[in-house]
């Protein structure tokens, strides 16, 4: 018999929409390759904190000896030391979405780039506004892919005459982000168009703009690419004709890639940067995966 | 002698105006949001922040049961998530054959899980004798976990075909009141003629004010408070009825840190932690006290996105300051 | 009739000027709680090396007028002297600096410290930085043997009998030497033995030199101890008298201003008839062995013992209010299932000796508490009836003479001697055909007790039967018609007919295997 | 009387079975470890679960305190945070000056800051007089915002230059004992010292157990509550010392829910919420049974992801029962 090879996955828990998504791709990428390679034995582990993550980390590594790591970090600074650590046993990093702030820990990075999928919302609308009009924003929980969205979307707007009339907190959470909007709708009599910075959020906004009877709102959009949004893609809604994807399954994608190696192909390296392009009702096949949750 | 027995005729019931604390609160809140933005008065605003705040509202009034009672449930967010997914799921199950009644039998199944989710709790606490702060955070991690694994991590939607005959449970109105203010106020008045006006709201003040003195009365405390944590739980469900047309979905994070909301609303309005009093309406007036503050952070442009939380807190500190000085 | 008619002493003796300083003075002290008088105008002097007692029936005022002269209340007016000097207490803590304790009617100890930890409690003996434990406990251990106490210094104050805390908060104040000591009813939950101790105790102080103050309705104490003795009715003083020329029988007469008739009823026929409750081999943890007993209709059962004896656990087990073995049959039917609530339905209930802790809400009014117990009966519909409550209330404070200046007090604002009266007043609203009465008259005043005493006496003699447990021997002789004396947890004796003495009560109490020769205690 | 005599002679301190209840439930869990992976009992990993633990011990000392008193502190999660922000701010500011001396004034700096946030938790209940649930709801966001503003929602990372040699306050060690573990100890044998032998511990317990006796004692209540949350501020920035080194930044997130299993923790330990007791050694059984239980979910391979919390709910409840039924 082979010898037993480990691959030791770590990712944030569940706590909302696309966190949940990457869960479901984890655990796909688990069932899959320890059906197709005995050999090898993926763990997947959820932490809900980056206190918690660090604590996993250090669990895994206590218990077995890891051939392989894939982390999804709660954040760069925080995870960089713990994870050169497990690196120092000889085990294969790959990381995934955030870099750690040390790129040479990492064998492989498989990168996310939260700053284009503001970026992208934001030049995207920009064009659709003629650089014109009002706009309001809705971020989600105070972490750094927030923050990298949110700084991709202002930067971009600043250089256009469009005005952002308010950015608030509603933590990624549907439910926030509609008691946020009919705030926002009480509050501003115009507004063209509204940027969630992520499409769990949006869901939220749309009942409350469709609930307002508000007509002058051109545009609500989203981001990350989630099934119900991608929906609404495909058949052309007027008020979300586009998306950007994050997609979760970056984390199924890494898993694979680093499995790989340990069934006998050479191991892939390097910096692989998911791009953020926009998802149109043209190429929103290639995104939509209906049997994930998100 | 005498003077005695004339002091004894009923004299007019002493006017206390400790208890009118909280209004008093609301009514400087709404006239801070009032100095703050002229759109906070649109009927359209109003109209959103009353509707809004039902949930808590509902949800604070079978709080107001249990923490008189002497006990204390932080697991309400997550039981309305966990509820909120099975009555979803159920109803969706049932929509082929039942068509829109799946809505009804759905709500059914509702309150019979949220009851039986306030009985899990209620036992732990009376029968497991394990004080109600750990044992709730128990089964607030306990539904959590369970909403997160129906909904594989991400949402539990109803099915398209229900959506429209449900919304007006949350969108609709009668006579210009909102359905869910309308189905706040009925859950007040059971709340309060059963706490004020029976015999079982009696024993739970007993039960909260000195549990050996009801045990010696005669009273079951365990039974009490079993009772007031199952109140609790159909409180939750009725908030859920309302809650599904909103969104249409259940997630992991539906009514994320509501327990503390509900908790907060119950103590602004007036009810003492350590049990014993139960002011209902006080708490209606403290679950509008928080939308009404959540809605002028966004609606001032004073604060810092960063800093909303805490403006908020230290509103509600002066508010429970004022309060207290106000006796 | 008139007040001159009723009183059979002449005048307030005048003040004697030859004296030296009084260690303690008041003059034109008044307290009024919002619009209600409580005292008015109390003039007082208080004696070094003189016991100074108070009387006067529940709610005149007289634990009110303790709590001003200890800083525990401020007066709404008046002036207090300390050897002639003006003070004025911001706090009990200021009183106690300037050598003022008061000794509550009520328990005020905290329940998760030891003994030992309560009675230094603020003025912790300390060794370096740390509390000096094994001293506090030797000194706590001699203040409390000296009074008599039977606990231990490291027990923790909230597993303690009653008579054992209201022990525990004598020490307290006895703990450090005191210009002013004051009582308020501190011998109501205590038994014969502890009663004897604690007034050596006190005469003891006296002859230190201490100012006592000295409050009972226990009348044989006052005059055992008194040198002079206060008189308050309805927030006013009646006078100050010295105690040599004042007989019992005088000092109720001033106390309820006219005159008093018999204290109690008078001898029964003898109960014959099946039993209404037969209880087999009770047993409760760590309290009663094997009790069994029987009371019949028309009967009055007296339960007599030492504090701690088991009385209290024993019937609280047969409640079902703590771990207990055991059977018992009530008017036939075997009670299986034993707690408050099926008791209360078969016809039997329990009132508790402890008001404060386990028989009354103390911030809820007078309608709560009265009712609590016989929801079902006052309220047979779904709703409160609020007429019926008030109703009820209005007959209990009729029936029971409850003294309330405003029926919306809370039951913590009555006077001790009016909660008890209110207590008892709940209980009996359910219509019980057994009733078991744990110290029926604790803190009630001589004028009362004997309303109390027919009261039990007209009840049992519809046909249903009574249990009194009673730490007051004359109570106990005078209302019994069999007695069954506890030690140790065990039933050692019973007592019938002429056997019913205080002597052979307190024998089978301290060390006889039955009832042995009268008078024969060591 | 001879009787009575008797009994009053010292007689040996009672063995509390009820005291035990923690550490035998430790025991078990340990136990249970054991049994599901073989790897659990290896010195790295009991190493790492202990030194681990060390955050929330620290904390939950500083808890014992509040909780016996008759306090409660939910802020201690965000004060941390807090604290921590404020404290790499610090060191950071003084690194170009001082080197790394600028931990050690950083460290001085966090001490001061936080036993400030606990003068302010301390002085809004006592003083306030506000219900300490609210009080420290109200700071928890306050101080959640602060950092959340500091930090522009995003992170604040210690300097690079500051790594190496602040490393060793979490990861070294002395005679193979962690430093985090010495910490815990030091700040226990502390703890326990000021609360079982001095006279503040005494004064600590009565102001918990009944208030009203306290000040009849003369014992200034509100003072002693005030100091227990001074002390309650010093611990959170003592743990806040020690986890800098650990993940080297303070995040909008860090601290976050460590209320909760601060409390827990202390209430698994035997402390009473409700005031009057605390036990020290039993509040460190308590956090180490949390991050057990944690360690084992994440060593077993029994539990679907999504159910962890719901197995760490029902883990914590048992616990709670099998303690309840050894007593
Ligand atoms: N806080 C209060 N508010 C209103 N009335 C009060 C309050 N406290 C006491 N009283 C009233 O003051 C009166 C005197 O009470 P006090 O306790 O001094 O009587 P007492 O002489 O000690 O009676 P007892 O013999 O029953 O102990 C009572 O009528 C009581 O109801
Ligand atoms: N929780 C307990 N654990 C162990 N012993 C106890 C406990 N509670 C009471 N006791 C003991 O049980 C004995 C009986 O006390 P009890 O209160 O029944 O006496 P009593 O005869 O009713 O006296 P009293 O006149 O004070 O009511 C006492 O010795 C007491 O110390
Ligand atoms: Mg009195
Ligand atoms: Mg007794």
Same mark, same amino acid.
């Given at each position: ?10 990712i944030p828990a569940a706590t909302h929409g696309w966190t949940g998504g990457v869960v479901y791709h984890a655990e ?16 997947v582990k959820t932490s809900p904190s980056?206190?918690a ?19 999804l970090?709660f ?65 989600g929980i105070?972490t750094?892919i ?24 509603a933590n990624w959470n549907q439910d926030e982000a509609f ?19 992520d499409d769990d959020m949006l869901l939220g ?6 609930? @307002? ?11 990350n690419?989630m099934k119900d ?19 979760p399954?970056?984390?199924? @994608? ?38 994930s949750p998100f | 002698?005498? &003077? ?51 949930f ?18 932080l697991s309400v967010g997550s039981m309305m998530a966990f509820v909120t997914g099975i009555m979803i799921l159920?109803?969706?199950? $049932? ?18 899980v949220?009851?039986?989710c ?19 955070l128990?089964t607030m991690g306990i539904f959590r976990a369970l909403i997160t694994w129906m909904s594989d991590g991400g949402s539990i939607p109803i ?44 024993? /739970?003040? &007993? ?29 939750v469900?009725?908030a859920a009825? /309302?809650y599904i047309?909103r969104l249409g979905a259940a997630t992991p994070t539906t009514g994320q840190l509501w327990e503390l ?26 679950? $509008? ?31 429970? $300051? ?6 | #009739? ?63 007028? #303790? ?5 525990? !209340? ?55 930085? #740390? ?34 805390? =209201? ?21 109501? !939950? ?46 006013? #003083? ?30 029964? *026929? ?109 309220? *047979? ?22 003294? !309330? ?45 004997? =309303? ?46 002429? =056997? ?17 020769? =009268?008078?024969?205690?060591?």
């Amino acid at each position: 018999a082979q010898e037993k090879r480990v691959i030791a996955v770590s990712i944030p828990a569940a706590t909302h929409g696309w966190t949940g998504g990457v869960v479901y791709h984890a655990e796909q990428a688990e069932k899959e390759i320890e059906a197709a390679f005995p050999n090898i034995d993926v763990i997947v582990k959820t932490s809900p904190s980056a206190t918690a993550q660090v604590s996993a980390l250090e669990d895994l590594a206590a218990a077995q000896t890891l051939d392989a790591l894939v982390i999804l970090p709660f954040t760069s600074e925080e995870l960089t030391g713990p994870v050169e650590q497990v690196k120092a046993a000889g085990t294969f990093i790959a990381v995934v979405d955030r870099g750690l702030t040390d790129p040479a820990i990492q064998d492989l990075y498989v990168a996310g780039d939260n700053i284009a999928v503001g970026a992208n919302t934001a030049k995207w609308l920009a064009e659709q506004l003629g650089n014109e009009g009002n706009v309001v924003v809705l971020r989600g929980i105070p972490t750094v892919i927030d923050d990298e969205r949110i700084q991709g979307f202002t930067e971009v707007i600043e250089g256009t005459n469009i005005e952002i009339l308010d950015i608030q907190y509603a933590n990624w959470n549907q439910d926030e982000a509609f008691t946020l909007m009919q705030d926002y709708l009480a509050k501003y009599p115009q507004i063209d168009a509204v940027w969630a910075n992520d499409d769990d959020m949006l869901l939220g906004v749309l009942e409350a703009i469709r609930e @307002s009877g508000r007509t002058e709102i051109k545009y609500a959009l989203g981001g990350n690419g989630m099934k119900d949004v991608i929906e609404m893609v495909m058949a052309g809604d007027a008020m979300t004709p586009i998306s950007t994807p994050y997609p979760p399954s970056m984390i199924k @994608s890494a898993i694979y890639m680093v499995a790989g190696q340990f069934t006998g192909q050479a191991p892939m390296r390097g910096s692989f940067k998911l791009d953020a392009p926009l998802i149109t009702p043209e190429n929103a096949e290639q995104f939509y995966f209906p049997d994930s949750p998100f | 002698m005498t &003077a005695a027995v004339a002091s004894q005729s009923a004299g007019p019931r002493r006017i206390r105006w400790a208890d009118m604390g909280p209004f008093i609160a609301l009514a400087v809140v709404v006239l801070a949001g009032v100095m703050i933005n002229s759109s906070f008065l649109s009927g359209t605003n109003i109209a959103n922040v009353v509707t809004r705040s039902a949930f808590v509202a509902i949800i604070a009034v079978g709080a107001t049961f249990v923490i008189s009672s002497g006990g204390l449930d932080l697991s309400v967010g997550s039981m309305m998530a966990f509820v909120t997914g099975i009555m979803i799921l159920a109803m969706n199950r $049932l929509e082929p054959s039942m068509g829109g009644y799946a809505i009804v039998a759905g709500a059914g199944i509702g309150l019979v899980v949220g009851a039986l989710c306030g009985l899990l709790n209620g036992l732990i606490v009376t029968v497991g004798k394990i004080e109600p702060f750990i044992a709730t955070l128990g089964t607030m991690g306990i539904f959590r976990a369970l909403i997160t694994w129906m909904s594989d991590g991400g949402s539990i939607p109803i099915e398209r075909s229900l959506r429209e005959p449900y919304r007006p449970v949350y969108f609709g109105d009668v006579l210009g009141i909102p359905v869910p203010v309308i189905l706040t106020l009925v859950v007040v008045l059971v709340g309060a003629f059963v706490l004020y006006r029976t015999k079982y709201g009696r024993r /739970c003040m &007993a039960a909260g004010s000195n549990a050996d003195v009801a045990r010696f009365s005669g009273v079951s405390v365990a039974k009490v408070r079993t009772t007031a944590f199952v109140i609790q739980g159909l409180c939750v469900a009725i908030a859920a009825i /309302c809650y599904i047309p909103r969104l249409g979905a259940a997630t992991p994070t539906t009514g994320q840190l509501w327990e503390l909301q509900v908790i907060t609303a119950v103590v602004i309005g007036g009810t003492a932690l350590r049990g014993g009093k139960a002011r209902v309406w006080g708490t209606v007036a403290g679950a $509008l006290i928080l939308e009404v503050i959540a809605n002028l952070m966004v609606l001032s442009n004073m604060v810092s996105e960063y800093l909303v939380a805490a403006v908020q807190g230290v509103i509600i500190i002066l508010a429970m $300051l004022a309060h207290r000085f106000i006796k | #009739m008139t007040m001159s008619e009723a009183l059979p002493i002449p005048g307030p003796s005048p003040v004697q000027p030859a004296l030296p300083l009084p260690a303690m003075q008041a003059a034109g002290l008044c307290k009024a709680y919002g619009p209600i008088t409580v005292l008015t105008d109390i003039a007082l002097d208080i004696r070094a090396g003189e016991v100074h007692a108070i009387i006067g029936e529940n709610g005149a005022g007289k634990s009110t007028l #303790m709590k001003l002269l200890s800083g525990h !209340v401020l007066p709404t007016a008046g002036h207090l002297a300390m050897a002639g000097q003006p003070v004025e207490f911001a706090d009990a803590v200021a009183a106690e600096a300037a050598g003022v304790v008061l000794v509550h009617q009520e328990i005020l100890l905290a329940g998760d410290l030891t003994v030992a930890e309560n009675l230094f409690l603020g003025r912790e003996l300390t060794r370096g930085p #740390m509390v000096d434990d094994r001293a506090m406990n030797r000194r706590a251990a001699e203040i409390l043997a000296s009074i008599g106490a039977h606990c231990h210094p490291r027990d923790p104050v909230s597993g303690l009998p009653l008579a054992q805390r =209201q022990l525990v908060q004598i020490a307290r104040a006895l703990l450090e030497p005191r210009k002013v000591v004051i009582f308020d009813e501190p011998t109501a !939950v205590l038994a014969n033995d502890e009663v004897a101790a604690l007034l050596a105790v006190v005469r003891g102080l006296r002859d230190r030199g201490a100012a006592v103050l000295y409050i009972s309705h226990r009348l044989d104490e006052v005059e055992a101890l008194a040198d002079r003795i206060t008189v308050l009715r309805d927030g006013r #003083m009646i006078g100050t008298w010295p105690a040599r020329g004042l007989t019992q029988r005088d000092m109720a007469e001033l106390m309820v201003g006219r005159k008093l008739d018999m204290l109690y009823p008078p001898r029964r *026929p003898a109960a014959s008839g099946d039993p209404l409750l037969r209880v087999q081999d009770l047993s409760v943890d760590h309290g009663a062995v094997q009790g069994s007993f029987a009371v019949r209709p028309g009967e009055v059962l007296g339960i007599g013992g030492m504090i701690g004896s088991g009385r209290t656990e024993m019937f609280e087990g047969l409640m079902g209010l703590r771990p207990a073995t055991g059977s018992a049959v009530l008017n036939g039917t075997p009670m299986v299932h034993r707690s408050v609530g099926a008791w209360q339905a078969a016809g039997l209930v329990y009132l508790t000796e402890d008001r404060k802790g386990k028989g009354l809400l103390l911030d809820e009014p007078l309608g709560p508490n009265l009712t609590l117990q016989a929801l079902t009966e006052v309220h *047979p519909r779904l709703t409160l009836d609020r007429k019926a409550e008030g109703a009820a209330v209005a007959k209990a404070v009729a029936d029971y003479d409850i003294r !309330v200046r405003s029926v919306h007090l809370d039951a913590g604002q009555l006077s001790g001697g009016n909660q008890q009266k209110l207590l008892l007043a709940k209980v009996m609203l359910t219509d019980p055909q057994v009733v078991i009465i744990d110290e029926p008259t604790r803190g009630i005043d001589i004028g009362n007790k004997n =309303q109390i005493y027919d009261f039990i006496d007209a009840l049992v003699r519809t046909g249903k039967a009574c249990i009194v447990i009673s730490s007051e021997l004359p109570e106990l002789v005078g209302l019994s018609d069999r007695v069954l004396v506890m030690r140790g947890g065990r039933i050692v004796a019973e007592l019938t007919g002429d =056997q019913i003495t205080e002597q052979n009560v307190v024998y089978a109490a301290t060390s006889g295997e039955g009832h042995g020769p =009268q008078g024969a205690q060591p």
